[in-house]
Nanobody
Framework: QVQLVESGGGLVQPGESLRLSCAVF????????MGWYRQAPGKERELVAG????????DYADSVKGRFTISRDNAKHTAYLQMNSLKPEDTGVYYC?????????WGQGTQVTVSS
């Protein structure tokens, strides 16, 4: 059974940084992707960033390009999301995902709040 354990998140001021981590346990595939979605109050869940674990190729939402960086450590089965220059509009619950087609698994979510 696949389980995702997230860490990081919190309350920061605009311009500050945070790092999220997501560790996968019980994975069964070497061909998988990981990443994060986020959901702000009253809005739909949106993809923030994703990474192909095998080769490190990445994808980002336009709104975070140049500010967020996703990376991975295959030995630890963990993905990281470094978030710099945070803005109030980055506020929301961030959900880690692990996808090994056709299944997608989700973390418990972690709150990120950017406010002065």
């Amino acid at each position: 059974q696949v389980q995702l354990v997230e860490s990081g998140g919190g309350l920061v001021q605009p311009g500050e940084s945070l790092r999220l981590s997501c560790a996968v346990f019980g994975f069964t595939s070497s061909r998988h992707t990981m990443g994060w979605y986020r959901q702000a109050p009253g809005k739909e869940r949106e993809l923030v960033a994703g990474i192909i674990m095998a080769d490190g190729r990445t994808d980002y939402a336009d709104s975070v390009k140049g500010r967020f960086t996703i990376s991975r450590d295959n030995a630890k089965h963990t993905a990281y999301l470094q978030m710099n220059s945070l803005k109030p509009e980055d506020t929301g619950v961030y959900y880690c995902y692990y996808q090994a087609a056709p299944r997608k698994y989700w973390g418990q979510g972690t709150q990120v709040t950017v406010s002065s």
